[in-house]
């Protein structure tokens, strides 16, 4: 397969191994611009290891990894804040990189958190601080977003929300996201691709596809292959030459 | 007004609190007292091998401080015990090899008190200009590594992913402390080193909503505490590092008066 130089990351059978034992291995899966790549899976399936891999965080993998971006977001599944450090909003969102502060704000306002700007991180909500984590992810303007559970512990209406932002975001910046959800619900309106862990890759393919397998099914039960299907043919906007979106 | 020897050894300790005000910080928000304090148990040895060699005490501390750094380093990766078991393991042995060379040194005179808790009578005007460049240096790495350092303090993996390299930053940050060490030795002393960079750095914590004001009160604790410490090493004839680190006790004992404040006004 050649390589389009469109492509952000590709795995190639990749694969990480921890205490002799395999996180999750023969992974091979391309990211490209303007594309969403969602990772699906149960209870340690190897979900974040995949995104840790793709990301460069494992060092010691088998297969390889292929990046071509330097210029990463990254929303972790799990953060560890160490509290003794005095941080508020505003430093946490110049993190890796310098940002002008209307850059800064305009992430905020996104994703609806800027009267938090100059609060103290450790005084936040589990669900504000996601949406703080978010915000500094797209504040970069990043060419690659991995996004791990970005909206777990968000209230249900700002979950919807949160996920039209990221297809908004992929669109606009026409920036390649490597999405991991549990959510099949909100995956499948959004998502280009689909790969379905367990351990290794158990199928993966367009969101139709991978309902219709049987390996899918197995896994997540009939149920969640009906979800899908719901989704089949959820058109109600078109996109203008200029890539902006009209409602139907 | 006051002898040469004093106004030695306050612009030396004014250089060296500007320098471990900063550090102070990383080393409260890393949890690195435990490897600051190895560091400086081992400068002892590093004393030892400069009056044995006669080469200079700042240099052979800062060797062997930085060779510490890198069998602790090593150690890590090959065994299985508990960082704190190394920690202890490497301080205790290097200052116990360090007494024992010591012991054999018969054929010079050693003020061992003035190497464990600093004498203002030491300071040379060679010590000074060490300092000064020392301290211009470690500050200006300092602030060249500090954006992939302070990112990966917050974490780890964030640094990592967006393209940091935190480990390198780390592998110089432990230098930098092998550094600061070797330029504080002769003013606060071996054993004490460790609160000149802590306990600034915590009363700072207590009055600051955020890194850059920690870092600089940080160093204004650091500055008060050498001229506090000093003058009162004077008056009552104490030694210099004591002095100091007493009085940076005394400043975060007030800084918690403010933090009794702010929880009495969020109520």
């Known amino acids: ?82 509290w003794t450090l005095p941080l508020r909003v505003h430093d946490f969102m110049l993190l890796t990189e310098n940002i002008k502060d209307d850059a800064i704000d305009e992430a905020l306002n996104l994703t609806g958190v800027i009267h938090l700007k100059n609060k103290n991180l450790g005084n936040l909500s589990g669900g504000e601080f996601q949406r703080v984590l978010i915000a500094r992810a ?17 209230d249900y209406t700002g979950e919807i929300a949160l996920y039209e932002l990221i297809k908004r975001i992929s669109d606009t910046l026409n920036c390649g996201i490597l999405l991991i959800s549990h959510d099949l619900h909100t995956v499948m309106t959004a998502t280009d691709h689909v790969v379905c862990l367990n351990g290794h890759v158990c199928c993966s393919g367009t969101p139709m596809d991978v309902a219709k397998n049987n390996e899918y099914k197995t896994l ?27 409602k139907n | 007004m006051f002898d040469d020897f004093f106004i030695r050894a306050l612009i030396a300790g004014l250089g060296i609190a500007l320098v471990t005000g900063p550090l102070g910080c990383f ?25 044995s060699f006669e080469i200079n005490i700042a240099l052979s501390v800062f060797l062997i401080s930085s060779v510490v750094a890198l069998i602790l380093i090593q150690l890590q990766k090959k065994t299985n015990l508990p960082g704190d078991a190394l920690l202890g393991l490497l301080a205790h042995s290097s200052l116990a090899v360090g007494l024992v060379v010591i012991g054999f040194l018969t ?5 061992i008190m003035g190497l464990l808790f600093g004498d203002i009578l030491a300071v040379t005007t060679d010590d000074l200009l060490i300092i000064w460049t020392g301290g211009a240096l470690i500050l200006l790495v300092l602030k060249f590594i500090w954006k992939p350092l302070f990112a990966s303090t917050v974490n780890y ?22 550094a600061v060490i070797a330029i504080s030795i002769k003013m606060v002393g071996l054993l004490l080193i460790t609160g000149m960079l802590i306990i600034p750095a915590a009363m700072a914590r207590n009055l600051s909503d955020s890194p850059q004001k ?26 210099s590092g004591p002095s100091i680190i007493m009085a940076a006790l005394i400043l975060f004992i007030l800084s918690l008066l403010n933090i009794k404040q702010s929880i009495k006004l969020k109520n």
């Open chain 1, 1 to 82: 397969m050649s390589l389009k130089n469109s492509t952000l990351v590709k795995l190639n059978n990749a694969g990480f191994k921890q205490n002799d034992k395999w996180l999750v291995e023969g992974v091979s899966l391309t990211v490209e611009k303007g594309k969403i790549v969602t990772l699906i899976g149960p209870n340690g399936s190897g979900k974040s290891t995949t995104a840790k891999i793709a990301l460069g965080i494992y060092k010691n993998i088998e297969g390889s990894v292929e990046k071509y971006t330097n210029k990463v977001g990254y929303v972790p599944q799990k953060i560890l804040i160490d």
């Open chain 2, 157 to 178: 993996e964030l640094a990592e992913a967006e393209g940091l390299n935190p480990d390198r930053a780390k592998a110089i940050f432990t230098i930098l402390m092998a």
């Open chain 1, 138 to 154: 797209i504040s970069k303007k990043p060419e690659l977003l991995v996004l791990d559970e970005p909206v777990q512990g968000v």
């Open chain 2, 107 to 111: 054929f010079i005179r050693f003020d």
């Open chain 2, 27 to 51: 080393v409260v928000w890393r949890r690195l007292s435990y490897f600051g304090d190895t560091l400086s148990h081992s400068a002892l040895l590093g004393v030892t091998i400069a009056y």
């Open chain 2, 214 to 239: 920690m870092v600089l009160f940080s160093i204004i604790g650091g500055l008060l505490s050498v001229l506090l410490g000093l003058f009162s090493s004077l008056e009552f004839n104490t030694s």
């Open chain 1, 220 to 246: 997540f039960g009939e149920q969640a292959s009906q979800i899908l299907s719901v989704y089949e043919h959820k058109h109600d906007h078109v996109h203008s030459d200029k890539g902006e979106i009209k």
